[in-house]
């Protein structure tokens, strides 16, 4: 790299992010990073001990960094002074995180309803999805949302021109809808959703 340069290089390798510059290296271990199409979003790890900051950085023009701003970044950056955060999961251009309370947030692109606020807009700071304070599991697909409450049920919304959301219909969903009960576990794709359930069996609809 040339030395004069003020680039950055980040490559992500076993969860360990190396910051290459002209002034030499710098290693940041990050733990339980979720890697969408050009950006990352992942805790912090010093130590053994995973701290409950939220950091990303990579492309930003959808907001989906969540710094209240659309700039891409090429190094991770702190998403508030928050110190709650459980549970983060990026779509292709939008992210869903849990705090340990319970409730919900997105950010990022929003003009397929992925992110589950009532309105088809882009936001580029957590927003937090309903008031409810009982979701426990989420997974973010290209353009939809999935997310499990602690009860089982399993609930939608974002785009759905292939089904991905499993309601029949293919209209989309600008909030949380009811899919299936008796749910343990859920994962997306680009198009996809698979999920198990609590008797053991496995379910998939979308893109097929």
């Known amino acids: 790299m040339d030395g004069s340069s003020e680039k950055k290089e980040i ?22 990073v979720s890697l969408a199409q050009a950006f990352y979003v992942g805790f912090w790890k010093k130590r053994v001990v995973i701290l ?39 779509g292709a251009s939008h992210v869903v995180a849990l705090r340990s309370d319970g409730s919900l947030w997105a950010w990022g692109a929003g003009t397929s309803w992925q992110l589950g606020i009532g309105v088809a807009a882009n936001r580029s700071s957590p927003s ?54 008796d749910v343990a576990a859920v994962s997306a794709g680009q198009d996809v959703v698979m999920f198990k359930k609590t008797d053991g069996s496995l379910w998939v609809w979308g893109l097929g």
Do not use: C, E
Request: charged content about 10%; hydrophobic content about 40%.
């Open 11 to 32: 490559r992500l390798l076993s969860r360990r992010v190396f910051f290459k510059s002209a002034s030499g290296f710098a290693l940041a271990i990050f733990s339980r």
């Open 128 to 181: 937090q999805v309903g008031s409810l304070t009982d979701w426990w599991k989420i997974a973010s697909g290209g353009t939809h949302t999935l997310a499990l409450k602690t009860d089982g049920s399993l609930w939608g919304w974002g785009l759905n021109t292939s089904g991905q959301l499993g309601l029949g219909p293919t209209a989309g969903q600008w909030a949380p809808v009811f899919n299936y009960s």
């Open 52 to 90: 409950p900051n939220l950091f990303t950085w990579g492309l930003g023009t959808s907001g989906q960094l969540g710094d209240s701003t659309a700039v891409s970044k090429s190094s991770p950056i702190m998403i508030g002074s928050v110190t709650t955060w459980s549970r983060i999961s990026a």
